[in-house]
């Protein structure tokens, strides 16, 4: 069992920044790929960004060049740098992993292959 936690939310003028972290824990802990997803009200969640095992990188393309997403030293913790935010940015964010080794890699958004999600932190740009 794994727990996410996402923190770093909050309100912010666009063009500003956000830095917003999830911490994971649990019994035996380990993910090759994690994620974060969005979702504004009456809209579809969508993939945001994601970061494999190896460091590697994915972005959606309307946030590339303007966020940023990593993991700590640790490995559970996971981040994602949000500058020159707009108002489109608006959404609630979910915190995402992959643990089972039946989805190796990192290779897509597809959500029912992240089998563990955290609760949303709100992030409003206006």
């Known amino acids: 069992q794994v727990q996410l936690v996402e923190s770093g939310g909050g309100s912010v003028q666009p063009g500003g920044s956000l830095r917003l972290s999830c911490g994971a824990s649990?019994?035996?802990?380990?993910?090759?790929?994690m994620a974060w997803f969005r979702q504004a009200p009456g809209k579809e969640r969508e993939g945001v960004a994601r970061?494999?095992?190896?460091?590697?990188?994915n972005y959606a393309d309307s946030v590339k060049g303007r966020f940023t997403v990593s993991r700590g030293n640790d490995q559970n913790t996971l981040y994602l740098q949000m500058n020159n935010l707009n108002p489109e940015d608006t959404a609630m964010y979910y915190c995402a992993a992959r643990t089972s080794p039946a989805w190796p890699g990192c290779r897509s958004f597809t959500m029912s292959t992240y089998n563990y999600w955290g609760q949303g932190t709100q992030v409003t740009v206006s």
């Open positions: 970061i494999g095992g190896d460091g590697s990188t």
């Open positions: 649990g019994h035996t802990y380990s993910s090759n790929c």
